[in-house]
């Protein structure tokens, strides 16, 4: 039976406006008419935007939209529901058109009857969509789709349609409980705000380590390929000209130390790019030098930066090249520079050793995933004395809350 075919009486006690309906009449057969529910007309952008000043009519709607048996919402019975209507149709925009004018249409007399103002704005409305189909003016035609599975035709396919625009965007949460996907969307938005921390530049304000003056320090966080991600802060102060840059592990201490060997054989292996952690200590053997752990703190960049670094880091230091300074000892000296120098150019071959007992260095294999012939990378167990410098040996992350209290 019709929705019309259930409704006897316009108001209680006042004249029946339609008779009832049934198989065995041979005057009108009933006619299976599609309705329009009030949980498509609110998640329809088109009938949103023309309809925002009719917000009387959406309640009428929803109180008068009900199946021949009383129920709430006739759900395959709807014009525009899943599984029968828009959200599950192949067809054309005329049709959904067709099928709105339908949904709308076929209240219109219990409306007309019970509330004339509604029922005349609904007119006007359905005679606007009804011009829609003769194009007299452009006009726009918006699908959205939480789930992303809808589709409109491109004439012109392969080429652009230039009257076409696909947009994607994050479900909210409502949309994501309307398709059951509460939980891939907290993942989502936890991976999303990773996401943007490594996308995004921080800066606080801090003073110039050389001059004091107010200066800003830039941090990033960074994902370096085939290791781990870091933290880079940058300072540049615009008072003195001052810059500089220090590298932070981004994540905890290794469970062993590494050790990375690697010969220089070539000038473009100047160009690797190379992390030097605070916890690493640098040594060239075939020029007697080691630089301890800590110094030139932590740093993001090429072997070449690094060497430099290096070179200016000993032509600095007064206590080797200033006055207090013996003839002998700057004489070694300015021969260790130049050797190194050619180091940095690559006219000398030698060994570059980093021994992290952290394991927060690295140093770029340019023939990754496949092993390099030159780059030698050791993991090995932390002695007792490297692991007192970390701090680990009176750190304890196991049943710490049962120990007593230190002195009893």
């Known amino acids: 039976m019709s929705a019309l075919g259930a409704v006897e009486a316009a108001a209680p006690g006042g004249p029946a406006l ?21 949980n498509c007309f609110r998640n329809d952008p088109l009938l949103q935007r023309d309809h925002r000043q009719l917000l009387r009519l959406r309640e009428l709607l929803l109180v008068q939209h009900r199946d021949p048996v009383g129920g ?101 949460p409502q949309q994501a409980a309307m398709l059951g996907l509460e939980e891939e969307e907290l993942d989502e938005k936890a991976a999303d705000s990773v996401e943007d921390l490594r996308n995004e530049v921080l800066q606080f ?64 292996d100047m160009t690797r790019d190379i992390l030097k952690s605070e916890t690493c200590s640098v040594e060239i053997p075939e020029l007697e030098f080691e630089l301890g752990m800590g110094a030139l703190g932590g740093k993001f960049t090429t072997l070449e930066g690094l060497l430099k670094d290096i070179k200016d880091l000993v032509e600095r230091n007064p206590f080797t090249l200033g006055d207090s300074s013996t003839p002998s000892k700057t004489e070694k000296l300015q021969e260790f520079l130049g050797r190194l120098q050619e180091v940095i150019e690559g006219k000398t071959k030698t060994v570059f050793i980093m021994d992290d007992p952290a394991g927060n260095s690295y140093l770029q294999n340019v023939y990754a995933p496949e092993e390099d012939p030159e780059l030698k990378v050791e993991h090995y167990e932390r002695t007792f004395e490297q692991n007192e410098d970390l701090g680990l040996n009176d750190m304890k992350t196991e049943g710490y809350e049962t120990a007593p209290p230190s002195g009893r």
């Open 72 to 172: 709430p919402h006739p759900g395959a019975g709807c014009a525009l529901c899943p599984g029968r209507g828009l959200p599950a149709v192949l067809t054309t925009i005329e049709g959904i058109i067709d099928r709105a004018v339908m949904g709308l249409e076929q209240d219109q007399p219990v409306r007309r009857a019970t509330d004339k103002e509604v029922a005349s704005k609904i007119d006007e409305f359905i005679s606007k969509l009804k011009q829609l189909k003769e194009v007299h003016s452009p006009f726009t035609f918006i699908i959205d789709d939480p789930s992303g599975n809808s589709f409109v035709e491109n004439p012109h396919a392969p080429q652009k349609d230039e009257a076409l625009v696909v947009t994607y965007y994050k479900r909210t």
């Open 205 to 268: 304000n801090t003073n110039c380590p050389e001059c004091n003056a107010p200066a800003n320090t830039n941090m990033k966080l960074v994902q370096i390929p085939h290791f781990k991600e870091v933290i880079i802060m940058a300072t540049n102060c615009d008072s003195c000209g001052h810059r500089t840059n220090e590298v932070k592990s981004g994540g905890a201490i290794e469970p062993q130390g590494t050790r990375i060997t690697f010969r220089i054989t070539d000038p473009t």
């Open 18 to 38: 339609f008779r009832p309906l049934s198989a065995e009449d041979g005057e009108q057969q009933p006619a299976e008419i599609e309705s329009l529910c009030m």
